[in-house]
T-cell receptor, first 113, second 117 residues
């Protein structure tokens, strides 16, 4: 995977509402994985969710779900019922076979009380 | 499981000194470790990939004589920033993976914030 685009450098969401963070990528590979990470102000990278390109169902993990559209090469992260602790940077990272992680530019999410 | 530690978490040094950052996988053997650098308000950029017992593979534009990587064991990799200068000030993050057990998933350390005065 090469170019990764996260079109929203910053987003605001009201507490308890849902928010969608966009991610599109460019790859010619058919088999790859998609990761989303959260980075709070402390700096640690927290793994959120993973989707394999051949997975037929969109991945879900608690309040996190992926809206994966392979033909469009997009893997948007949906956070339901936002919490104040969700305020952080969010990075999309496709991983193609035989290659290393390439992180998108990130989206800074701010949850408003 | 799958815990990765980094030491130190924060270091401040004078220009011209060398700084060593350790990355340890605490409860698994890491077949591969990765070193990333992150400047303020930017994304993580891969610096190098290291496999135990072999030379690190550096990304384009990363000076291997400047950033020395030693992967001496399956649980420890070190990054030494030699003759550090203010432009080397950054957040350095390592990650580790065990291809056999965990496939592609990388487990990240908490990061080291380097400030060079």
């Amino acid at each position: 995977a090469q170019k990764i685009t996260q079109t929203q450098p910053g987003m605001f969401v009201q507490e308890k509402e849902a928010v969608t963070l966009d991610c599109t990528y460019d790859t010619s590979d058919q088999s790859y994985g998609l990761f989303w990470y959260k980075q709070p102000s402390s700096g640690e990278m927290i793994f959120l969710i993973y989707q394999g390109s051949y997975d037929e169902q969109n991945a879900t993990e608690g309040r996190y779900s992926l809206n994966f559209q392979k033909a469009r090469k997009s893997a948007n992260l949906v956070i339901s019922a936002s919490q104040l602790g969700d305020s952080a940077m969010y990075f999309c990272a496709p991983l193609c076979y035989g290659q290393n992680f390439v992180f998108g530019p990130g989206t800074r999410l701010s949850v408003l009380p | 499981g799958a815990v990765v530690s980094q030491h130190p978490s924060r270091v401040i040094c004078k220009s011209g000194t060398s700084v060593k950052i350790e990355c340890r996988s605490l409860d698994f053997q890491a077949t591969t470790m990765f070193w990333y650098r992150q400047f303020p308000k930017q994304s993580l950029m891969l610096m190098a990939t290291s496999n135990e017992g072999s030379k690190a593979t550096y990304e384009q534009g990363v000076e291997k004589d400047k950033f020395l990587i030693n992967h001496a064991s399956l649980t420890l990799s070190t990054l030494t920033v030699t003759s550090a200068h203010p432009e080397d000030s950054s957040f350095y993050i390592c990650s580790a993976t065990d291809w056999i057990q965990s496939g592609n998933e990388q487990f990240f350390g908490p990061g080291t914030r380097l400030t060079v005065l």
